[in-house]
């Protein structure tokens, strides 16, 4: 019967693989790849409580809204913050992601989450993913499934190295025999960059810029070595002292500055790890290298510092941004294989 069953699911409900992160949602549907690719944010209307928009058009919102309009980001740091939104956008992928495709039975879903979030946080996101529509709901650590993604061989015995970049969270794992050997998880990332940028123009500048705009400079101009050219990138914002607009030139010297003490955060966590890494896999990870993947690892010259300062190889992975949504993909194509790899379901204790 449930030989029968298994045979017959893929014809009555879909596999989807999940990449709930602060900043970005990617949603991959078995035997097509990655579907949906969206902001995490929501705008909700507060008079009806109705979600107005999800994704890139919420995210365009963001401190652009009238007063009964609110944009949120339903995730912070990595986890859930505000429950309902994260269904409702969940919900609203989800059924995108299936589109025309859409079957009888709700999809089994592979979601990613932060390594070692507590078992009331991924609680919060089995229940939003199942009442978003999810059949049934597999969790497994973001770093596995970065790594997965990026076609490391996790399952051998050869230690291996990933560090995910993200938006809320930084993900720092060594791997072997398909189980995280060491790991770190650390709460500055990529919207903490931002906030660092916003605090030195007003420090410096006396002028106050918004999150957005923060953040396209951090990606026009952003860097951690010093390059050939300098780089230059025109801000507008409030000037605290008149009140009024006023724009400034930032340039890549600048925002250097703003985000170093973060990067040095960053790079000591690292060392932290690779510290207490037992020495067989240590070397292993000295001869492999480290990967680096989520959007921040986009951040330019981050790699090169990186190496530079621990001594091991440092690899940008291809695509860095879908790396975990490809990893929940490598594993709904052969989930049998894969299920070890799944967190332990807490339904028991709930
Ligand atoms: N070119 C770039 N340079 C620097 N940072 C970048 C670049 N492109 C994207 N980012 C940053 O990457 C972050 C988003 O990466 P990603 O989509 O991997 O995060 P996430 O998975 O949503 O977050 P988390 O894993 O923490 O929950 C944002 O902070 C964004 O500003
Ligand atoms: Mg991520």
Do not use: C
Not at 106 to 126: L, Q, S
């Amino acid at each position: 019967m449930s030989k029968l069953f298994n045979r017959l699911l893929p014809l009555i409900s879909n596999d989807l693989g999940i990449d709930l992160g602060t900043a970005n949602t990617l949603v991959y549907l078995r035997g097509k790849g990655i579907v949906v690719t969206e902001p995490s944010v929501v705008a909700v209307n507060q008079k009806t409580g109705q979600v107005v928009a999800v994704g890139q058009a919420a995210k365009d919102m963001l401190g652009r809204t009238p007063g009964h309009l609110i944009a949120v980001r339903p995730l912070v740091d990595g986890v859930v913050s505000d429950f309902e939104a994260t269904e409702e956008m969940l919900a609203y992928l989800i059924n995108r992601a299936q589109g025309a495709s859409r079957q009888l039975l709700g999809p089994r879903t592979v979601i990613g989450v932060p390594a070692g979030i507590t078992n009331v946080e991924m609680r919060a996101v089995k229940d939003a993913a199942q009442n978003a529509g999810a059949r049934e709901v597999y969790i497994v650590e973001e770093p596995i499934a970065a790594a997965l993604g990026v076609r490391l061989p996790i399952r051998e015995a050869v230690g291996s190295m990933i560090v995910d970049i993200g938006g809320g969270t930084v993900d720092i794992a060594v791997l072997s025999l398909g189980g995280i050997v060491r790991a770190k998880n650390l709460r500055v990332a990529g919207d903490k960059l931002n906030r660092d940028i916003i605090a030195y123009v007003r420090s410096e500048f006396k002028i106050l810029i918004g999150e957005k705009t923060a953040e396209d400079v951090k990606m026009a101009i952003g860097s951690v070595i010093e390059g050939e050219s300098r780089l230059e990138a025109v801000v507008r914002g409030r000037d605290l002292i008149t009140g009024l607009p006023r724009e400034i030139i930032l340039t890549d010297q600048d925002v250097r500055e703003a985000i170093s003490q973060s990067i040095d955060t960053l790079i000591e966590s690292v060392r932290e790890v690779l510290e207490t890494t037992p020495p067989e896999i240590l070397s292993d990870v000295m001869r492999t290298g480290i990967t680096l993947a989520g959007g921040g690892a986009l951040l330019k010259g981050l790699d090169q510092l990186l190496a530079q300062w621990l001594k091991v190889p440092v690899t940008v992975a291809d695509d860095p941004l879908t790396a975990v949504a490809r990893g929940t993909g490598v594993i709904l194509e052969n989930l049998d294989l894969h299920q070890d790899l799944f967190l332990e379901n807490d339904d028991d204790y709930a």
